[in-house]
């Protein structure tokens, strides 16, 4: 926290150079996160070790709504020379697209409650409240704070080099017709090999192990030491149940539980299996002067039932046998070992087991066999409600970042054009995943929901600056242009803020997973801001949107439509 206040502060004063803009978006995250953890007090939510990452970027989230408001203010400062007026200004021209960036962030982020996961939900209601109060302790605040604190004498702005660098290359590409479309092309073209490794992702674990440790982190080490000198550390515990009680000592019920772990020592990664049968087996050599011919299940019941008995009065500790059977004798543990539980090894155990239990439940009549515990069984259960969640949550942000744009801009053009920039952007993240073998965990979910909530900040901000550039220049390239030269050297910044928020993470946290999910957000960061500052002025270049084309100003100076 300490190192990343002071990469941002670095930031703030390599960018501004002026108190203001170093001071206000600085107060700006000591204010969101005073509300952010306080209400998560209030309602009794943890901190939990794994989402660390996902605080840090909305408090960086509202240092760079702060750098938004600051900017404009430094830009309408040098226009009118008057610092309530500047404040003004800039709180009027970035309240729409401030406002709405600020809700489409809070949405993506509450979106985790729809989950089944009791960690996402819990981080939906503690991150969702977190990120809406940006709009009081950020959006409302600093525009107050510059209207009442005395305006700088100094109004010229000193980073003029920053617009005219942006404004020359957007000039080249994207502020041409040929290279708008040139620039949809390559994005069409990025978004269909984006699908190719798309196919690559796994819904789980992809690592053996503990995939939140390093590698050489030594619980990893000491798994894989037990995996290669015994049966296998990861569990799968199945139950045999039977319609009356004492129904396990049938001898039929014994022989299929037998053929349903043969069926499963069919998986050559399975290290080894064991259950009652085996049990009783033994007990029935032993009690026959360990002549292995006497190594068999017995052909009643009563006999079973009798070698239970005697392994449960021959063994020092009492209920010896409850590993294996309840005391109704009507449910029998059946337990699987694994050396792993990546998503390949639990797809393929549990289509296995499923297959097994069909075969044996056809056989014998009362007997089901139902799935599972363990390690194994649990992270199935998880992986099949977090593919449920996952079809619900991502396309839930889309869905509600489209109402939310097409709302305020009453047009659905606005909608589709703001989704399309997160649509790429997503697509881009699901093809890194699997490039690099990251799996879709009940952990990755909420820092994929963040990063697509996050994306569309860039493009709501360009969006708005170009409508008003339109409205003022009548020419859609100039206005494409001038908006990515004043606006696009803020949002370059805000990426720079966004990403400092979470970067540190990488390098320094003993934990895999925060340093994974840490990388995974730089890389959306990224990729939603390259795709924001391309795509947007490009598409409007190439199709021009009535939305923008029909915004002017009144006589009032209010830009309408």
């Given at each position: 926290m300490v190192f990343t206040l002071m990469l941002l502060a670095l930031l703030l004063i390599v960018y501004f150079r002026r108190l203001y803009g170093i001071a206000l978006p600085m107060l700006g995250i000591a204010l969101s996160t005073i509300w952010g953890l306080g209400f998560m007090a209030l309602m009794g939510i943890n901190l939990e070790p794994l989402s660390l990452p996902i605080p840090f970027l909305i408090a960086a989230r509202a240092t760079s709504h702060g750098v938004q408001l600051v900017a404009r203010y430094y830009e309408e400062l040098a226009i009118v020379k008057d610092g309530q007026k500047a404040a003004r200004n800039a709180l009027d021209a970035l309240?729409?697209?401030?406002?709405?960036?600020?809700?489409?962030?809070?949405?993506?982020?509450?979106?985790?409650?729809?989950?089944?996961?009791?960690?996402n939900h819990k981080l939906g209601i503690a991150a969702g409240f977190w990120g809406i109060s940006v709009i009081f302790t950020v959006h409302f605040m600093v525009p107050l704070a510059l209207s009442v604190l005395p305006a700088p004498r100094k109004t010229d702005n000193s980073n003029d080099f920053m617009p005219a660098i942006l404004g020359g290359a957007m000039a080249k590409t994207g502020g041409t017709d040929g290279g708008a479309r040139s620039i949809l092309v390559l994005t069409l073209i990025g978004a269909l090999g984006g699908l190719y490794l798309l196919g690559q992702v796994k819904m789980g674990d992809t690592e053996p192990g503990s995939p939140l440790l390093h590698r050489d982190h030594d619980y990893n080490v000491s798994t894989t030491a037990i995996n290669e000198r015994f049966p296998g550390s990861e569990e799968l515990h199945v139950l045999a149940r039977t319609d009356e009680p004492g129904g396990i000592k049938r001898p039929e019920v014994m022989a299929a539980i037998e053929r349903f772990q043969a069926h499963m020592m069919s998986d050559p990664a399975l290290g080894g299996t064991k259950?009652?049968?085996g049990v009783v087996r033994v007990v029935n050599k032993l009690t026959h002067n360990d002549d292995p011919r006497?190594?068999?299940?017995?052909?009643?019941?009563?006999e079973v039932g009798g070698l239970m008995f005697a392994y449960m009065a021959s063994s020092p500790i009492p209920?010896?046998?409850?590993?294996?059977?309840?005391?109704?004798?009507?449910?029998?543990?059946?337990?699987?070992?694994?050396?792993?539980?990546?998503?390949?090894?639990?797809?393929?155990?549990v289509a296995l087991a499923e297959e097994g239990a069909r075969l044996?439940?056809?056989e014998v009549p009362g007997l089901r066999i139902e799935l599972g515990g363990g390690i194994i069984g649990v992270t199935a259960a998880a992986n099949q409600a977090l593919h449920t969640d996952h079809l619900i949550i991502i396309p839930a942000v889309m869905v509600f970042a489209f109402l939310i744009v097409s709302l305020y801009y009453s047009s659905l053009h606005a909608g589709w054009l703001m989704v399309l920039p997160m649509l790429f952007a997503t697509l881009m993240t699901y093809a890194y995943m699997g490039a690099i073998g990251i799996g879709i965990s009940v952990n990755t979910v909420p820092v994929i929901a963040v990063g697509v909530g996050v994306g569309i900040?860039?493009?709501v901000y360009f969006m708005d600056r170009i409508r008003e550039e339109y409205a003022e220049l009548g020419d859609m390239k100039r206005a494409v242009i001038k908006a990515v030269a004043t606006t696009g050297s803020a949002v370059s910044f805000t990426a720079a803020t966004l990403i400092a928020g979470v970067v540190l993470w990488i390098f320094m946290s003993d934990l895999k997973f925060q340093s994974d999910a840490a990388l995974l957000l730089v890389?959306?960061?990224?990729?939603?801001?390259?795709?924001?500052?391309?795509?947007?002025?490009?598409?409007?270049?190439?199709f021009k949107p009535k939305f923008v084309t029909a915004a002017h100003y009144d006589e009032d100076g209010v830009l309408e439509v």
């Open positions: 309240f729409r697209p401030g406002s709405l960036a600020i809700i489409v962030d809070a949405v993506g982020l509450a979106v985790l409650v729809l989950g089944a996961a009791p960690f259950a009652l049968p006497w190594m068999q299940l017995p052909d009643s019941a009563e209920g010896a046998l409850k590993e294996f059977v309840n005391a109704q004798e009507d449910e029998a543990n059946i337990v699987f070992y694994y050396k792993d539980h990546q998503a390949d090894t639990i797809d393929r155990v044996i439940e056809a900040d860039y493009a890389y959306m960061l990224v990729v939603n801001a390259i795709a924001a500052v391309l795509i947007v002025p490009s598409w409007c270049v190439v």
